[in-house]
Structures are given as structure tokens and as C-alpha cells.
């Protein structure tokens, strides 16, 4: 009788705000093997957030997290920890989580906690950057995976993926080809984290324990994986 093979899955806890594609991706990678890790709690600080059906769909626990006007951030962000380490993550993914975090939250998780951003870091930090990388006349845009820290949008980038910016491009369609593009990196990165294989040490970044030059650059025409 063959022996029972034991597969060992990192726990992911999930963040989102809305339609939850990327959580859609980290689901898809899951399910298909490609990633070794299985979602264990998807939370939202909307109640209406697509993603949650996607959650519930795939029969992952779910909690909409709402904040209330008169909410401390420093209380909010009590209550997300306590629930979220109610399901024992080994990482926390920001999939569109559209909340800033305290920095008590964020020193809690740091080296666990990841973001994808739709921009090329550091450039276009915060909201609109499509719209701002159209503004400003771009030939490449595109979005990059960090660790979070205490400065928004400023934590160590650990890989990115480029896009064309196309002539006749509107903000919508410039949002669709990089938002393809976080599907497949967003599942990439964690995978690395998954096995073990990057590691935040100190304000550096470790990839098969030696550190990073920088991040890891996708090109336009460059496949992920
Ligand atoms: C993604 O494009 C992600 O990069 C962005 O929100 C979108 C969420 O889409 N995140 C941020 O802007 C964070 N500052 P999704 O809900 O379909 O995954």
C-alpha cells in the first residue's frame, strides 16, 4: 500500500474590498496545484464585496468586517487581527483591501503581510494610477507585489510585471491589461512564499537566501512564471 502523502498547504488570509479577482486568481492557483496553499478566511471591509460570493463559492470562511464612522482605526484594526488570527494564516494577502492599515497591524504581520499594487512602485503610490500613469504620458506601466510596513504603498517590492501603455488606451482598458497581469504574479509571489523561498530580513529581501538586487522585473512581453 503506497504510503499516505502528506501535502503541507500555507494557510492564506485573504483582504478584500470588491470585485476580488486577484482573489479569484490566488483561489484558481490553489485549487489547480500550481500554488501550495489553501485559503483559510476571506474578510472584507465591505459588505456588498463581490469577492465574498467568489469566498463562499469556493467554501471558504467568510466575515465582512464593516467600520463604522465613529470607528478608531487602532480598534478596527484589533478586531481584523483577532479575526483573522482566529483561522492561524501563515500570510495575509491585501487583494484590493481599500483601507489604510495602523501600524501596530502592520508591525504585528510584518514579513506576512503582502499587497499588490497597480502600479510600478515607487512610482504612482496610492489611488488613481492609471488615470495618473495615462496623465503623465507613460510608454510602460504595470504592478508590483511588496510587503507591507508602516509607509503606504512603500514597503520592499518583491516582483513586478509590465505593461504596454497603448496610444488609443483609456483608464478602463488600461486597468483591464494590468489587472491580467496581477493574476498571474499575485499567485507567482506567494508561491515563492509558500515555499519558503523569499523572506523579508530587516528592509531586505531574501530569494533563496541572497539577497535582492532589486525586484523581480516581468517585461511586457516576458511570461510569468
Ligand atoms: C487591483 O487592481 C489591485 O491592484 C488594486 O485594486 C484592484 C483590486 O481588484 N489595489 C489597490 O489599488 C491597492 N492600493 P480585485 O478586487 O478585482 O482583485
Known amino acids: 500500500m503506497a504510503a499516505a502523502e502528506t501535502v503541507l498547504r500555507t494557510k492564506l488570509a485573504v483582504l478584500i474590498s470588491g470585485e476580488g479577482s486577484n482573489l479569484q486568481a490566488i483561489l484558481d492557483a490553489c485549487a489547480s496545484g500550481t500554488l501550495p496553499a489553501e485559503v483559510c478566511v476571506v474578510i472584507s471591509n465591505r459588505a456588498g464585496a463581490h469577492g465574498l460570493r467568489r469566498a463562499a463559492a469556493a467554501q471558504v470562511p467568510i466575515h465582512a468586517l464593516l467600520a463604522t464612522s465613529g470607528t478608531a482605526r487602532e480598534d478596527y484594526d484589533a478586531t ?18 481599500m483601507r489604510v492599515l495602523s501600524d501596530e497591524f502592520v508591525r ?25 500613469a495615462l496623465a503623465a504620458g507613460e510608454h510602460e506601466h504595470g504592478c508590483s507585489v511588496h510587503f507591507v510596513t508602516e509607509e503606504l504603498d512603500g514597503g520592499p517590492v518583491i516582483a513586478q510585471a509590465k505593461v504596454p501603455v497603448k496610444p488609443d488606451d483609456s483608464e478602463t482598458s488600461l486597468a483591464a491589461r494590468v489587472r491580467e497581469r496581477e493574476h498571474a504574479l499575485y499567485p507567482l509571489v506567494v508561491r515563492w ?3 519558503g523561498r523569499i523572506k523579508l530580513d530587516g528592509s531586505r529581501i531574501l530569494f533563496d537566501g541572497q539577497p535582492m538586487a532589486g525586484p523581480r522585473v516581468f517585461g511586457v512581453n516576458e511570461d510569468i512564471a
Open 80 to 97: 481584523l487581527r483577532i479575526l483573522i488570527e482566529r483561522h492561524a494564516p501563515e500570510l495575509i494577502l491585501l487583494a484590493g483591501f
Open 108 to 132: 504585528h504581520f510584518r514579513g506576512r503581510l503582502l499587497n499588490i499594487h497597480p502600479a510600478l512602485l515607487p512610482k504612482y503610490r496610492g489611488l488613481h494610477t492609471h488615470r495618473r
Open 193 to 195: 512564499l509558500a515555499e
